[in-house]
């Protein structure tokens, strides 16, 4: 099973940045990454890892992963299950209505769509860089601590 470091080369490696590159748009130090990549250093506090989901343009839920568990979850999407929810985002989109289903329904289904259809790829992640419109992400409050 890939670790979180595993996951993070894996998706720097795909987007063709040095460890340099990632850091300085994470906000972090190269030899932080290096660790992180040889496993030296485990798992990053959230703030990090928000921070190195956005310079690798994925989802925070990409990283803690395994891309094993991912294309499972992917493989088990039909095409034209795939299709609907496509459909149903733009048509949430048009209408400002929330889907009916959650964002990791709406991913993994843009995911799959993206590898299948390689011709309508600009059209779905188009729809992927919206996602926050239709499933705002909340705030929970902090209180205060005694």
Known sequence: MAGFGEMIQKHREAEGMTQRDLARAAKVTPGYIAQLETGL???????????LAKA????????????????MVEDAITDS???????????CLREGTTPSFGR???VMSLRKLKRVSPEKR???ESLESQLDELFPRS?????PSA
């Open 104 to 106: 990791f329904a709406a």
């Open 122 to 124: 600009q059209e779905y």
């Open 81 to 91: 299950g795939a299709e609907v929810v496509a459909s149903a985002l733009k048509r």
């Open 41 to 51: 250093r485990t798992e990053p506090s959230r703030q990090v890892r928000q921070r």
């Open 56 to 71: 690798l343009g994925v989802g925070e839920w990409e990283l803690a992963l395994d891309e094993r568990l991912l294309k």
């Open 139 to 143: 705030r929970t409050p902090r209180t």
